[in-house]
């Protein structure tokens, strides 16, 4: 799997505060990938890492109510995002929901990792897997779910 990573990073405004400082504490990692943000939480880890000297390629989308979610939705369809960082205000209602949905929904199809909060972001971004070489992540298997022949294939297994 090893490769240059596109990271999408996503923040509400309650929680832009928090994306910058998350993204400030992961910035040498984070220097090393092409960032995809929406267009205030870009701009606003674009202006700290210039204020700390770091560089780093970001690419800016529109704001999220304005069409940023769902241009960054399409791009993990496209599968041009690799892992998704959103952090969501869960305590105050959001216009744009639909596209909130939408963008969490395909990341989830698209088996695309997302975090929607600091710790499972620091525990995804530091994995050792984005690092094997012989990693490749399984596809969801979305087939209908049969209990009694999944409970005999279970039952003529040997599980030790």
């Known amino acids: 799997m090893k490769k240059q990573l596109k990271i999408a990073l996503v923040a509400h405004d309650d929680r832009k505060q928090d994306m910058v400082e998350w993204a400030l504490y992961n910035a040498e990692m ?5 960032l995809v943000c929406t ?3 870009g701009s606003l ?5 210039a204020n700390k000297g770091i560089e780093a390629e970001i690419i800016r989308k529109k704001s999220g109510p304005m069409g940023g979610d769902a241009e960054i939705a399409a791009m993990v369809v496209n599968k041009e995002i690799d892992f998704c960082v959103f952090l969501i205000d869960d305590l105050n209602a959001n216009p744009h929901d639909a596209d909130i949905r939408m963008l969490l ?3 989830r199809i698209h088996n695309v ?5 600091r710790y499972s972001a ?11 070489e012989d990693y490749s992540p399984s596809d969801p298997i979305y087939v209908k779910f049969d209990r ?3 409970m005999k294939s279970l039952e003529e297994e040997n599980y030790e």
């Open 30 to 34: 984070l220097s090393e990938y092409k």
């Open 39 to 41: 267009g205030t939480t």
């Open 45 to 49: 880890i674009q202006q700290a890492f």
């Open 105 to 107: 929904r395909q990341c």
């Open 113 to 117: 990792p997302i975090a929607c909060n």
């Open 122 to 132: 620091d525990l995804m971004i530091t994995s050792s897997l984005w690092e094997k």
């Open 148 to 150: 009694e022949g999944f």
